[in-house]
């Protein structure tokens, strides 16, 4: 019975000590491969967008795959180089626009500002002495911390910022160049890799993977998809709205707080009650109602699309969220708040496959050794 025992402690000890080579190794390996192999990786995405159209011209349309990958991600490419020129079009416009008239629209901040400083000093000297007290404190901090200034903001334009950015220009192109052929060979040759892999890698293992994989696609891929569906009709409602109202530059600032809305801990009330208070201060109160309601309708309409769209593809409840998002911000502050959600929900996706059963069984045995130990020794 000792033997036995012992063996399954060994056993424990090996499992928790590989859990932690793979946690380490996927914290700190695995992003750096991901970084060197990057080109590979945007192919793979590709190839992954393009196989069902593929798939679909080899059974209806009989074409060979080799050519359907070509026309696939010659289309798809297109498609994307398209959109983009467009709404790098539209965008640079707005930006351009915004450039010319940034020293109008900053004068008037600074008139509109002074109006609040007015109308918050008078409220100021209303105030009992000891709330005075409080409120110079925190204008103190607030001063101290915007006083730090930096002291090398100098650029000159010389050799070595040529080159590097020579260099960087070659490194893209080559990086395009890679992810383009990469993805044609993906797509392409999808069978002979697929059969390739089952040749080295054994049967059982590789279902496993396709089980764990099946369940983070769903996931993180419905959960993306999910957003982006939000966050598009966000931006119209929002865009037709301050169009209507007639605020200027209303396209980037929808797409603005619509990005922005994609932060849980953000969202649209971010932007919206700051200026909503912004303009109730400055005394446009037809404006501050315009954003209150603005703010309502945008959450009214995200409750109700939220469950349609999303639906069971996150699997996360509002608790976890937080706490995901508590220790992604305390791990790596901002970075850390976008990638805590997709990170939850592969580990989460991961626990559904069964991927921790066998830690988990480990942790209990333990536990239950222990409980043995401490009701035999009990004095």
């Known amino acids: 019975m000792e033997i036995i025992k012992k063996k ?11 859990t932690i080579i793979l946690v380490l ?10 970084n060197f192999m990057l080109p590979f990786v945007i192919g793979y995405i590709i190839s992954l967008l393009a196989n069902p159209f593929v798939r679909f011209m080899e059974k209806r349309v009989k074409i060979i795959r080799k050519h359907g990958s070509v026309l696939i991600i010659a289309l798809a490419i297109a498609g994307v180089v398209a959109l983009l020129y467009f709404a790098g079009s539209a965008l640079i416009d707005q930006f351009s626009s915004l450039a010319e008239d940034a020293p109008g629209i900053i004068e008037s901040m600074k008139e509109e500002a002074e109006v609040i400083s007015n109308k918050l000093t008078k409220v100021y000297n209303k105030l009992p002495e000891f709330i005075q007290k409080y409120v110079d404190k925190i204008k103190d901090s607030f001063l101290s911390a915007g006083a730090t200034s930096s002291e090398n903001g100098g650029f000159g334009f010389n050799y070595a910022w040529v080159s590097r950015t020579a260099k960087s220009i070659v490194d893209i192109l080559f990086a395009i160049f890679f992810s383009i052929m990469s993805a044609y060979f993906f797509t392409a040759d999808r069978d002979i890799l697929s059969e390739g892999c089952k040749k080295i890698i054994p049967a059982s293992t590789l279902k496993n993977i396709s089980d764990v994989t099946g369940h983070i696609k769903k996931a993180v891929g419905g959960y993306f998809k999910a957003q982006f569906k939000i966050m598009l009709v966000m931006v119209a409602i929002m865009y037709i709205t301050l169009k209507i109202s007639g605020v200027n530059y209303s396209f980037l600032i929808s797409l603005g707080i619509g990005i922005l809305d994609l932060l849980p801990v953000f969202g649209t009330g971010a932007v919206l009650w700051p200026w909503a208070l912004y303009k109730l201060l400055l005394g446009d109160y037809f404006m501050a109602a315009v954003l209150m309601i603005l703010y309502g309708a945008c959450q009214v309409i995200k409750q109700l699309l939220q469950p349609k769209v999303v639906g069971d593809s996150i699997g996360i409840n509002s608790f ?21 959600i997709p990170l939850g929900l592969v580990l989460i996706n991961l626990f559904k496959a069964g991927a921790f059963d066998t830690l988990i069984n480990d942790t209990k045995y333990l536990i239950k050794m222990i409980t043995d130990f401490q009701k035999e020794n009990k004095v």
Not at 8 to 18: E, P, R, T, V
Not at 329 to 338: A, E, P, S
């Open 25 to 34: 190794f996927l914290i700190f390996v695995v992003p750096r491969i991901i």
């Open 8 to 18: 399954k402690l060994q056993k424990i000890g090996l499992d928790y000590l590989f």
């Open 320 to 340: 976890m969220t937080l706490f995901l998002l508590f220790i992604g911000y305390r791990i790596g502050g901002l970075l850390g708040i976008l990638i805590a």
